[in-house]
C-alpha cells in the first residue's frame, strides 16, 4: 500500500491551520502543518509533498517570497501551489500568484467544496504520477529482460497483469480529466496533458513488447 500523499499547509495563524485541517479532513491525505515561509522551506528539505497550500499575508517571509524560494529549488520546483489569502487583499495579488507560479489562487473565505475538490483532483494527479512510475519501472525491467523464449509461462502471466494496469491507469487519467474540467483548475492542464504524453509513450512500449 503506498504511502498517503502529503499536503503542506503554510499559514502563520493556528486557527487558519486548523481549519484547513478540518475541511481536508475527508481526503485520504496526510496534512503537515507550517506557521511561516521558513518552516516551510525546512519541511520541504525533507519531504515529499503533492500540494502547498499557502497563506500570503505572513510576517517575516511572504507567500510570494516563500513561493520564489521554493521555486528556485531543484527538488520541489514543479510541486503545484494553490495561494490563500483574504478577500480585500491588493488587486494585483491574483496576478503575482500566478506570476509567482502558483496553479490556482483562492481568496478568504473560501467555500470549502471548492478547496476539498480542487485539492482532491491535484491529489489524484500525485498519486497517478507515482502509480505512472512503478508501471513505467516494471515495464523497463521486462524490457530489459527481453523475455526469453524459456519464459514463455511467465510472458503469459506478467503482460496481461502490466496491461490491466496501464489500462486502470489511463481510465483514472481520463476521470482525473473530467474532475480538473468541472472543478475549473486551469494550473492542471499542463500536467495532465504532460501525464497524458508519458501515458501514451508507455502505452507504446508496451505494445511494442507484446
Known amino acids: ?17 486548523i481549519a484547513l485541517e478540518a475541511i481536508l479532513s475527508s481526503l485520504d491525505l496526510i496534512p503537515v502543518r507550517a506557521k511561516s515561509g521558513e ?4 519541511a520541504l528539505l525533507g519531504t515529499e509533498f503533492a ?10 517571509m511572504d507567500g510570494f517570497e516563500t513561493a520564489a524560494h521554493i521555486k528556485r529549488r531543484e527538488r520541489t520546483r514543479n510541486i503545484p501551489i494553490i495561494f490563500l489569502t483574504v478577500v480585500d487583499s491588493a488587486p494585483d495579488y491574483a496576478f503575482r500568484s500566478y506570476a509567482a507560479g502558483a496553479v490556482d489562487y483562492l481568496t478568504k473565505p473560501f467555500d470549502p467544496w471548492v478547496l476539498r475538490a480542487k485539492v482532491a483532483v491535484f491529489v489524484e494527479l500525485y498519486n497517478m504520477n507515482r502509480r505512472m ?24 502471466t506478467v503482460l496481461p497483469e502490466l496491461s490491466k494496469r496501464l489500462t486502470a491507469v489511463e481510465n483514472e487519467l481520463a476521470r482525473v480529466a473530467e474532475l480538473a474540467h468541472k472543478n475549473g483548475a486551469p494550473g492542471l492542464v499542463g500536467p495532465i496533458s504532460d501525464l497524458t504524453n508519458r501515458l501514451n509513450h508507455l502505452r507504446a512500449g508496451f505494445d511494442a513488447l507484446t
Open 1 to 17: 500500500m503506498p504511502d498517503r500523499a502529503k499536503i503542506l499547509l503554510v499559514d502563520d495563524r493556528e486557527e487558519n491551520l
Open 51 to 60: 500540494l502547498i497550500l499557502l497563506d500570503v499575508r505572513m510576517p517575516g
Open 133 to 156: 512510475a512503478e508501471q513505467a519501472a516494471m515495464l523497463r525491467d521486462r524490457l530489459s529482460a527481453e523475455l526469453p523464449p524459456g519464459e514463455a509461462d511467465e510472458q503469459a
Open 39 to 42: 518552516e516551510a522551506l525546512k
